[in-house]
T-cell receptor, first 116, second 113 residues
Framework: EAGVVQSPRYKIIEKKQPVAFWCNPI?????LYWYLQNLGQGPELLIR????????DSQLPKDRFSAERLKGVDSTLKIQPAELGDSAVYLC??????????????FGPGTRLTVL | GEDVEQSLFLSVREGDSSVINCTYT??????LYWYKQEPGAGLQLLTY?????DMKQDQRLTVLLNKKDKHLSLRIADTQTGDSAIYFC?????????????FGQGTTLQVKP
């Protein structure tokens, strides 16, 4: 079974340019997460989807970040315009969801963004 | 608030035991997790423990939970060079089973031959 797929793996852009990351979760997983991982830090949740609905986007900087999961399957995270401080690894994860379970999250390899 | 703290670095010799420690703040956390991250890769769930348990053993891994002190540890027996990675402690936090994880900053484990 394929894991969580992310593309691109690496992206280098100049500041003020737009950038987009794509994630395809594990088949059948209705919960999708985008995390931000700064160098030397643990991941921090940006947004969580249940199917196509964003149920927790409290940590998403909405002035420049946006995300969508139109058909409740794959998802896109966009930054426009990018700033130097956005250089980080953007991780996507998915889980089967459901109440009461330990709700294992499966992580993709991440997209490493460098803003020059 | 929700916060997870870990020591940043641990170095051991191959064959020794490794103990990675973590403290957390949210006593309502239902689950506590240990993830492993190898260079250039995503996070891999190693093990988890339910908050009403004190200990969980899974092959070379032993998780100890002291709920009173909000202290979690991961012991790796017979540490191998392939265990070299960053280990993250995470709690489910106030969100309970809704899926939001609060991660520590990670402990880099270096295993010397």
């Amino acid at each position: 079974e394929a894991g969580v797929v992310q593309s691109p793996r690496y992206k280098i852009i100049e500041k003020k340019q737009p950038v987009a990351f794509w994630c395809n979760p594990i088949s059948g997983h209705n919960t999708l997460y985008w995390y931000l991982q700064n160098l030397g830090q643990g991941p921090e949740l940006l947004i969580r989807y249940e199917n196509e609905e964003a149920v927790d986007d409290s940590q998403l900087p909405k002035d420049r970040f946006s995300a969508e999961r139109l058909k409740g399957v794959d998802s896109t995270l966009k930054i426009q315009p990018a700033e130097l401080g956005d250089s980080a690894v953007y991780l996507c994860a998915s889980s089967g969801g459901g109440q009461g379970a330990y709700n294992e999250q499966f992580f993709g390899p991440g997209t490493r963004l460098t803003v020059l | 608030g929700e916060d997870v703290e870990q020591s940043l670095f641990l170095s051991v010799r191959e064959g020794d035991s490794s103990v990675i420690n973590c403290t957390y703040t949210d006593s309502s956390s239902t689950y506590l997790y240990w993830y492993k991250q190898e260079p250039g890769a995503g996070l891999q769930l190693l093990t988890y423990i339910f908050s009403n348990m004190d200990m969980k053993q899974d092959q070379r891994l032993t998780v100890l939970l002291n709920k009173k002190d909000k202290h979690l540890s991961l012991r790796i027996a017979d540490t191998q060079t392939g265990d070299s990675a960053i280990y993250f402690c995470a709690e489910s936090g106030r969100s309970g089973n809704t899926g939001k994880l609060i991660f520590g900053q990670g402990t880099t484990l270096q295993v010397k031959p």
